[in-house]
């Protein structure tokens, strides 16, 4: 227990990295993924096509070994970062962009196929159509499923630990090194600090699930 | 193909149409077009460096190195997933049984360890068994798949007995069946027809999980392909990742067709049809269905 109040920076240091390894990751496969989702509902085959490749690939991967990808594989093919912060946002991006898409493209086909024709029978244009009818009533279907992918990528984010940047599994690594007699509260007290991100993030789920819920 | 972002296209719709897939295609392919020549720019298209695969350097057989990631590496992926998803399995109806009793004492403390599960990292789980236990290294892995993956069996079973119709268990109250036999004859079969399409694919999520073996140091197939490259050289890297990204997609994409083949197939034993597997598992390791607590109708 000493040790877990000694080492309290260390473990702050850790928790923040994780928080913005998350936060980062979470903006930049927002925006991937949604233009990767624009991609999938869109007339264009071709975008289409890029947009399920992209999905199928990505999904039947293991996050492991994207991170080996950018981690050792990158460099052999002209691209080394100076750091191991870099290549972890961008295997965690492009990994989560693909869960994103997914939710974003159900959220789209969710909505009433009537609402659409019924927008575009009493005369609205396509981006009105976009902004009044589809995209309010696809938000409240794509939140819960969105939140829950972010939990995931918070907890996907200690895969980084195993790849050099000292978030919270990596300062996990780093203390049961240091105090062998004291593993146990050392890595529980890892555990709680990922709980204080998961668990109040998935009550506020099933929260906004219930709230937005609503009859179609 | 009418969606609800636009209606069946006319003929012009149709030209320009066209005309975006040609320049999306173009999109594509420049791309793709991009890649391959930053690959030829470090040479990795040079065929002696595939030649690892056909005819290998430093005294090696072709045999060996396919045998190494085939026989040693994926079957010891695996094993280790094998080994976890039974186990997982039959714990996780035992945590859905038992948080679906009426008993309070029993029912709370088995929530909240279910929820503790889900809330944490896989990775961080094998760490503990093989650190904190100090199980052996595979049953470390076995143990951080088990830990998690029966949390989300049993939340996957929870959802399929809380979305059947109520009149099931109302029906077989009333013809007088006790309340376990409910659950074990009437609800529990249907749950797990409707939830199978999730059930599988979670397990696609598990056996994709047992890759995390390769940071405790679990001889699986990633750790084989980083053995390989460290016995030919570094520059083997992308051909090594090349053939191991196939095996892991070619095993993942058909247990996935087998989790839309049982969704396609449905089922019409199970009252209200089959769930699609996404409605449970959208992040691909995280269930939802965090709504109610789950109660069985009351028995009179």
Known sequence: ?216 | MSSILYDAPGPRTRRRTTLWSILGGLFVLGLLYLAYRQLDSRDQWDPERWQVFTDPPLGQSAADVWRSMLVTGLGATLRAAGVAAAIALALGLLLAVLRMTPAVWIRTPVTVVIEFFRGLPVVLLMFFGVIAIGLPIFWGVVFGLVVYNSAIFAEILRAGIVSLPKGQSEASYSIGLSQRQTLFTVLLPQAVRRMLPSLVSQLVVLLKDTSLGFIVGYAELLNVLRNNTQFFGQRYWFQFFVVGAAIYIAVNFTLSRLAVYLERRGTAKAAGGVAKADQVQIAGTHATGADGAGQLGTPP
């Open chain 1, 1 to 216: 227990m000493d040790t877990v109040i000694d080492e309290l920076p260390l473990y702050w240091d850790g928790f923040t990295t994780t928080l913005s390894l998350t936060l980062l990751s979470a903006a930049i496969a927002l925006v991937v993924g949604t233009i990767l989702g624009s991609f999938r509902v869109s007339p264009v085959p071709t975008l289409r096509w890029f947009g399920t490749a992209y999905v199928e690939i990505v999904r039947n991967t293991p996050l492991t070994l994207v991170f080996i990808f950018f981690v050792f594989v990158a460099p052999q093919l002209g691209w080394t970062p100076s750091d191991f912060f870099a290549p972890a946002v961008v295997a965690l991006s492009v990994y989560t962009a693909a869960f994103v898409c997914e939710a974003v493209r159900s959220g789209i086909n969710s909505v009433g196929l009537g609402q659409g024709e019924a927008a575009r029978a009493v005369g609205l244009t396509f981006p009105q159509t976009l902004r009044l009818i589809v995209l309010p009533q696809a938000f409240r279907t794509v939140i819960p499923p969105l939140i829950n992918i972010f939990i995931a990528l918070t907890k996907n984010s200690s895969v980084a630990g195993g790849f050099f940047v000292a978030e919270l599994f990596g300062v996990a690594r780093q203390l049961t090194n240091a105090h062998p007699s004291d593993i146990y509260p050392v890595l529980i007290f890892i555990g709680v600090f990922y709980l204080i991100i998961t668990v109040p993030a998935g009550i506020l789920a099933g929260y906004v699930e219930r709230k937005v819920a609503f009859a179609r």
